[in-house]
């Protein structure tokens, strides 16, 4: 199934998820999808190469056993950077072949470590292409702060209607902590003639390191009640924990009543976590 149909009759509920880190045992993953399962998501998105998995360490595969053991729709990250038309043309036949329907299609972070390929410079290239070589449908990364290599949001949100301009069906956000400036970002999409669905992107504060260090890369900020709880349990991170997921339920509660078109939980391959919020917004 496509995740764009999804969004018809409800407001989408999905989880992301990445593959196993080369230290973690691959069963950890299946063990955790099937956890996910029970929660009943609209859809599970699965990272490529991001936040120190391996590149490639079977995304398609964790795809494939999502929507055959679990019945659950699966998106598959594609970052460009390093790839070339080549190399995506082989994905492409290797999701198509496995059943995999759905593609968030990325840019992915410049390595300093490595030069990046010269065939895809930005995601909105690798959406024309993915578009021109397969029925896939296509999802595009979206910044409510602004991408922070942008000079400015307004100039980010040009280019992401590039994105949407050369097939991108519906948007993921980054995370955020203040909703507002998901509220105004929304403002500016319907202004720009963008009107795809915008999913709001949440990833609970479950530890100030793990918080920390997913600020430091992706840069989005951090309001100043957050930063007050974060000082406040410094020395307590049991009680960090609660009040980062009493934040985060109160974040999507607040989203969905204003109309969010869907929720993106980045679970950290936690399903603890995801029960906790997903029963304390049952609705
Ligand atoms: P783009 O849309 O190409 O934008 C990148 C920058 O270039 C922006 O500043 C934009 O304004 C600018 N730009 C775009 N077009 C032009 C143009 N024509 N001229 C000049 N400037 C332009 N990374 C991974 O490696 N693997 C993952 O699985 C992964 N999953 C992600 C999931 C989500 C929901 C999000 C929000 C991010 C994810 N990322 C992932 C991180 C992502 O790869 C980085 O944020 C990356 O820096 C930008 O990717 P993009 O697709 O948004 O890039």
Known sequence: MKAIELFKDRTVYSFEVFPPKPDVPIEKIYETLAALETLHPDFISVTYGAGGSVPGASTAEICRTIQE????VA???LPGINETRESVLKKLAQFKALGIENILALRGDRNPNAAPKDDFHYASELIAFIREHGDF?????????????APDLDTDIAHLK???QAGASHLIS???YRNKDFYVFREKLAAAGISVPVEAGIMPVTSKKSIERMVSLCGASIPKRLAKLMARYADDPASLKAAGLEYAIEQI????ENGADGIHLYTMNNPDVARYITEAIAE
Not at 69 to 72: A, P, S
Not at 253 to 256: A, V
């Open 174 to 176: 980054q995370l955020f």
């Open 162 to 164: 590039e994105k949407v």
């Open 253 to 256: 509660m607040d989203l969905r």
């Open 69 to 72: 053991k679990h019945h659950t």
């Open 137 to 149: 449908d296509i999802a595009a990364a979206c910044y409510p702060e602004g991408h922070p290599e």
């Open 75 to 77: 998106i598959a990250h």
